[in-house]
C-alpha cells in the first residue's frame, strides 16, 4: 500500500520560513521524481517544484529563489524549504510522487502566511 504524507504546515508571518516534509512508503522511493503542488482557496492546484530521482530540481517562477526542494532518499523523503514567504504563497500544500507510470498524491498541508 501506497502512503504518501506531507508535514510541516502552519501560520507564518510575512517574511518567515518554513519547512515541509513528505514521507512516501510503499513505492521504490529512488526512481520516484517528487514534486510540490499547492492550491489556494478558490484557484486549481498549481506545480510549485519538482526534484527528479537524479536529485534535478526544477521550480516555478513565482518561487524560484526563495523555495528550495531536496530528497533524502534513505529516508524516502522529499523536503521543501520555504523562505521569504508572502501571502500569496498561503495554500494546502500537496506532495506527489512520481515512480514510472504512476502518480501518488498526500492529503495536503496548510501553509498560512499573514501577520
Known amino acids: 500500500q501506497v502512503q504518501v504524507e506531507e508535514s510541516g504546515g502552519g501560520l507564518v508571518q510575512p517574511g518567515g520560513s518554513l519547512r515541509l516534509s513528505c514521507v512516501a512508503s510503499g513505492i521504490i522511493f529512488r526512481i520516484a521524481a517528487m514534486g510540490w503542488y499547492r492550491q489556494a482557496p478558490g484557484k486549481q492546484r498549481e506545480w510549485v517544484a519538482t526534484i527528479d530521482n537524479g536529485g534535478g530540481p526544477s521550480y516555478a517562477t513565482s518561487v524560484k529563489g526563495r523555495f528550495t526542494i531536496s530528497r533524502d532518499n534513505a529516508k524516502s523523503t522529499v523536503n521543501l524549504q520555504m523562505n521569504n514567504l508572502k501571502p500569496e504563497d498561503t495554500a494546502i500544500y500537496y506532495c506527489?510522487?512520481?515512480?514510472?507510470?504512476?502518480?501518488?498524491w498526500g492529503q495536503g498541508t496548510q501553509v498560512t502566511v499573514s501577520s
Open positions: 506527489k510522487a512520481s515512480p514510472p507510470f504512476q502518480d501518488y
